[in-house]
């Protein structure tokens, strides 16, 4: 856009209050390139397709608007990565360097590009000169020559090139510039005597003189021809340590240790401007490009000045260091800048934005410090020295079979934007779900490793916590820290999303559970709540670190696991324990709702599985069985079978088996059908709401009185008592070796028989959890295999069936008039289907037609029921029919001490049938207060039930409709009477 567009832009923003909506965006940007025709058709469906997605990724929070402010700030921070894009999404990494070459204490390093050679000044009489050398993964050096020719310790080294020649000059404490003939040899060209040692060179093409700096202060400039000195520069009163061109301009800076920082005029040798108050400046480095000029100093900063100004003070300090600088480098044609200091840690900073952006060290050179480091621009590859030489590379393609360089800790898949992310030590990288391609590589986003991590509701963005305790959200489009949440004290061992938006559970080593809300004021903590029970004397004698946690939004629940083996279930509207649990011997690694089911499994790192049944289920808080994941299948050559602990795991409810990934690196699957079957432990009702953040007392309260009417029922009664289970129910269907090393995470891929697994063996894989075929592995390195089913196709024509929608609205009210493409074949999608996104901006664009076509078709059914069968509602399909079992007891009470009685006949196994898949629905408008659970029932009756399906003569069944009407406890005398007459009626006609 040109700055015309912008500021109509901003005019549109301003009439709209100074924030707009997904449709107004859509329109003003619409509006504006309409001046020009530039979209029409398809080629305006995508761009419209392109405005929403931007519209989400700005819109991070969720709240549905964008205020001009956030529009402007995500326009230029994307800008500013944009001209850098693999900036972004590489970092250094240490490369290991098997051939190690002896050297004593490194004291300057430089590499000429002309030459390819890295010169080494380690303070010996001698001048190592190393060649860079391929080898498999990386560049080693290799030692090809040794200057010997001083007879003091050698302080520097340049590269000298004149018309006719090519020389290395080297510096020494013996007094003497030696000049080696790289054209025969590294022959001796020359000698020149110097007053002092000269500590500092430079070789200056457009002046053709070579400049040196002494240990006294002075600086000489020397003719190489006639071996003489021209001039000298004097100024400095104690050792000048480096010289730096200031590139098209006359001057010359230099850094001396009499705390200043001269700009010489080369015109008339005199000094220009001076920078006062630098403590010990060793190391000078100019950027062109950005005409900024760095200086590293002894007090650990870096100052930054713009040497055009001409300004005798520093503009800025960058800060971050602890010890004293070694030096500071601007890589060439970058905007990036290094600093490394005398303990070995490297920052890299981006200079457009002064801002620190990678910290990195040597893990085999710790403790051991540095003296120099130098960089190859080509090769993209720092060189450190100290006692040995190490490197870093940047984008370091690294082992090309693995996922990364460390071990993968979490894997997720996104189904918004169909990516994979995995996390491993403090990186984050975004992979294509369908190609298997590396997008995006996020490093060094969080101060420490990561130990737990999730994603949001609309997965737009990264929550993760760390082992110092941080939690950070982090935008999942481009790595941007969003927000930091109040730490905790120990590391992080759990995070999700709640049910409400930008709000997160978080739990801890430090014995915490906490609710976090994201939107909390600045400075402020974000911890709006914490879950925490009653203490018993028997728990004092265990610990409370949380070790493991999970969360069901379904049935509302929130299970921790402490390292003293108890298991704690928490309710997360009342933030209160329901119960504790305790059946494990051994530390509890993982744990799960097997969802749908009302049912939660437990693993220990002994290999011990506990299924325990919880709400809504009639005996909650029941270990239902309990099985050792191993078996003969995991000895090796025969004998005694062996037990391995889960740390992950997945549950298929389609064949209710429970996939678990163990400390062997297999893939087990555990048929778990019989034990439900037998416990009568069936699914639950699917829940249709999404709960919203409630803006004010009234709508908190309506939407607590909103969740009782979606109570997840079981489609069938249970016993009156417990189910004692035999042995053996539990059967291993198959397993698989799926990894070398312990299994860390499994993630099922939604819509898909997929299912992902990372490991510590550094890999992501890929399987079909039916059956165990193998997909493929995450590699750094593209061109392995990769064959993830992805259902892209649907997801596309969901998309530009809502962006069409949006551009037909957009039309009826004049914002566009540009033809649209035909549609496409089925438009008749699920409602259910275009919601998918859950809250993102295409969808709620799809519900805006399909919302009062629903209404319309919900009111005509609605009108033909109460036509017919006033009371009477549509059943579900039933039930497969069940093993023979008793029929659930009978319901007794009166109403008015008259009881209802319905004939019925069939079979025994048709009765069930017919009683299991009765559905009961709940007349919303006669309930005031939360319902209560009956004592006689099986399970929770919603107040004012309907009992339909299939219903045969023969068979007695009792209904005692005072009980069903005890659960409206605030309802008026008229309404209860209305409400009895309308069962009876129901009953009768039935």
């Known amino acids: 856009m040109e700055t015309c567009h912008i500021l109509q832009m901003k005019d549109e923003f301003d009439r ?57 700030d995500y326009i230029v921070k994307n800008g500013v990565a944009g001209h850098s894009d693999s900036f972004a999404k590489k970092h250094y990494e240490e490369s290991e360097l098997t051939h190690e070459v002896p050297l004593n204490k490194v004291f300057k390093l430089h590499y000429f590009p002309r030459l390819d050679r890295l010169v080494v000044c380690d303070k010996s009489q001698v001048v190592p000169l190393l060649k860079p050398v391929a080898s498999k993964y990386t560049k080693e050096f290799a030692l090809v020559k040794e200057l010997r020719g001083h007879t003091g310790a050698v302080l520097n080294a340049e590269h000298v090139v004149t018309q006719h020649t090519s020389m290395l000059c080297t510096s020494s404490t013996d007094n003497q510039m030696i000049f080696w003939d790289t054209t025969s040899n590294y022959r001796i060209k020359g000698v020149i005597p110097t007053p002092y040692p000269q500590v500092a060179l430079l070789w200056g093409d457009t002046h053709n003189s070579l400049f040196s700096a002494s240990s006294k202060g002075t600086i000489h400039i020397w003719n190489v021809q006639t071996w003489k000195e021209k001039a000298q520069l004097i100024g400095h009163t104690d050792m000048t340590l480096d010289l730096k061109f200031i590139t098209n301009t006359p001057y010359l800076a230099s850094a001396s240790y009499d705390a200043k920082i001269f700009l010489w005029d080369l015109t008339s040798n005199q000094v220009a401007t001076t920078v006062k108050g630098v403590k010990g400046a060793c190391s000078l480095s100019y950027s062109p490009k950005y005409k900024l000029l760095f200086a590293g100093s002894s007090d650990r900063d870096v100052l930054v000045w713009n040497p055009v100004v001409q300004d005798s003070e520093a503009m800025f300090r960058l800060k971050g260091h602890h010890t004293s600088l070694v030096s500071v480098e601007v890589i060439e044609d ?16 981006d200079i457009r934005t002064l801002e620190c952006v990678e910290t990195f060290s040597s893990a085999n050179n710790a403790n051991l410090g540095i003296g120099a480091f130098t960089t190859m621009p080509k090769e ?132 915490n559970l906490n609710v976090h809300d994201e939107l909390a004021p600045p400075k402020t903590t974000t911890v709006v709540g914490g879950f925490s029970g009653p203490t018993t004397a028997a728990d004092t004698s265990v610990g409370h670190d949380i070790t493991c946690a999970c969360f069901s939004p379904e049935l509302g629940l929130l299970a921790s696991a402490t390292i003293g083996k108890l298991i704690r279930l928490w309710d997360t509207d009342t933030t209160a324990m329901e119960a504790q649990l305790k059946h494990h011997t051994s530390e509890i690694t993982h744990m799960k709702f097997l969802t749908p089911y009302p049912a939660l499994a437990t693993c220990d790192s002994a290999g011990y599985v506990c299924i325990f049944t919880v709400r809504p289920f009639l005996h909650k808080n029941h270990l239902l069985f309990k099985f050792r994941n191993g078996g003969p299948q995991a000895a090796t050559g025969g004998g005694e079978p062996k037990f391995s602990g889960v740390h992950a795991s997945v549950f298929d409810a389609d064949v209710c088996v429970m996939l678990v990934g163990d400390t062997t690196g297999c893939i087990r699957a555990w048929d778990l059908s019989k034990v439900l079957e037998r416990a009568r432990v069936y699914p639950l009702q699917p829940s249709k709401r999404q709960m919203q953040r409630p803006e004010s007392e009234k709508e908190m309260q309506q939407q607590e009185t909103s969740q009782m009417f979606d109570v997840h029922l079981p489609r069938v009664f249970t016993s009156s008592a417990p189910v004692e289970l035999p042995e053996g129910l539990v059967t291993l269907k198959f397993w698989w070796q799926a ?234 005398g008229g309404a209860v009477r209305q409400a009895e007459d309308r069962l009876a009626k129901a009953l009768g006609s039935v």
């Open 334 to 349: 970058t905007p990036n800048l290094i600093t490394a200091d005398k303990d070995g840690i490297f920052k890299l900073w």
């Open 380 to 511: 993209k590859r720092i060189v450190a020295g100290g006692s040995r030489i190490f490197c870093f590379d940047y984008d370091k393609p690294g082992v090309p079979w693995l996922t990364d360089g460390k071990p993968v800790i979490a894997v997720l898949y996104n189904h918004t934007s169909l990516t994979i992310m995995t996390a491993a030590g403090r990186d984050i990288r975004i992979w294509d779900a369908a190609t298997g391609v590396l997008i995006k590589s996020f490093h060094g986003v969080v101060p420490e490793d990561i130990t737990a991590v999730c994603l949001d509701s609309r997965q737009r963005k990264i929550i993760a916590g760390t082992s110092d305790g941080s939690v950070m959200i982090i935008n999942y489009g481009n790595g941007a820290l969003l927000k930091t949440l109040t730490p905790h004290q120990s590391e992080v061992s759990f995070v999700a999303p709640t049910s409400h938006n930008n709000m997160y559970f978080t739990a801890s080593w430090d014995t």
């Open 16 to 72: 709209c209050g100074g924030a707009v909506s997904l449709e107004q965006f859509v329109k003003i940007v619409l509006q504006i390139g309409k001046e020009e025709g530039r979209y029409t058709g398809a080629d305006l469906v995508q761009f419209v397709s392109k405005l929403c997605t931007l519209f989400d990724e700005i819109d991070i929070n969720g709240d549905h608007s964008m205020e001009w402010e956030e529009f402007t």
């Open 739 to 972: 990894h070398y090393d312990s299994i860390l995470w499994m993630e099922p891929v939604p819509h898909s028989n997929a299912v992902l697994s990372s490991s510590r063996d550094c890999r992501v894989r890929a399987w079909d959890k039916k059956t165990g075929t193998y997909f493929g592995t995450l590699r750094q390195n593209p061109g392995g295999r990769w064959s993830l089913p992805v259902d892209s196709k649907t997801r596309e024509k969901e998309q530009l069936r809502v962006v069409q929608q949006l551009i037909a609205g957009l039309s009826e009210e004049g914002g566009t008039s540009s033809p649209l493409p035909s549609e496409p074949e089925d438009q008749e999608a699920d409602s259910a289907t275009s919601v998918a996104a859950d809250g993102s901006a295409l969808a709620r664009i799809r519900g805006w037609r399909e919302d009062a076509r629903r209404r319309e078709l919900d009111k005509a059914k609605e009108r033909a029921r109460e036509q017919t069968a006033p009371g009477i509602l549509t059943s579900p399909p039933p039930r497969p029919i069940l093993p023979e079992e008793p029929l659930p007891p009978s319901f007794e009470a009166s109403t008015g001490g008259e009881g209802a009685t319905m004939a019925a006949g069939g079979s025994r196994q048709q009765q069930r049938a017919s009683l299991y898949s009765s559905k009961y629905h709940a007349k919303k408008r006669l309930l005031k207060s939360q319902p209560t659970r009956s004592a006689v029932s099986a399970l929770y009756l919603p107040p004012l039930c309907s009992f339909g399906g299939a219903v045969r003569s023969g068979t007695t069944l009792t209904l005692d409709t005072h009980m069903v009407m005890k659960r409206s406890v605030s309802v008026g």
